[in-house]
């Protein structure tokens, strides 16, 4: 595809997540806007390349590892406080 604004016509390729070319007639349309979001998105994501069973177990596995981490967070807070409501 050809770049039409620029001097020197410029060879471009379309990339869905970060660039593709806008024609004036769709620039017109967005009432000449050009945030990037309004031509291009997000590059598309594979979410099935790894089967929903397996990464729920991940997932879930790696939530109860953080709840772990939380309790023994907050009793180190709390003992924290402690020490400093009285003075230690």
Known sequence: MLGVASP???LMRTCPASA???GLD????HKHTLIPGRY??????????????E?????KEKLHQQFE???????EIL??????????
């Open 8 to 10: 020197k016509p410029v």
């Open 20 to 22: 593709r070319h806008a």
């Open 26 to 29: 769709e620039i017109r349309g």
């Open 40 to 53: 291009v998105g997000t590059a598309a994501i594979d979410e099935d390349a790894v089967p929903f069973d």
């Open 55 to 59: 990464r729920f177990a991940v997932l």
């Open 69 to 75: 981490e939380g309790v023994q967070l907050e009793t």
């Open 79 to 88: 003992k924290a406080l402690e020490r400093l409501a009285h003075g230690k």
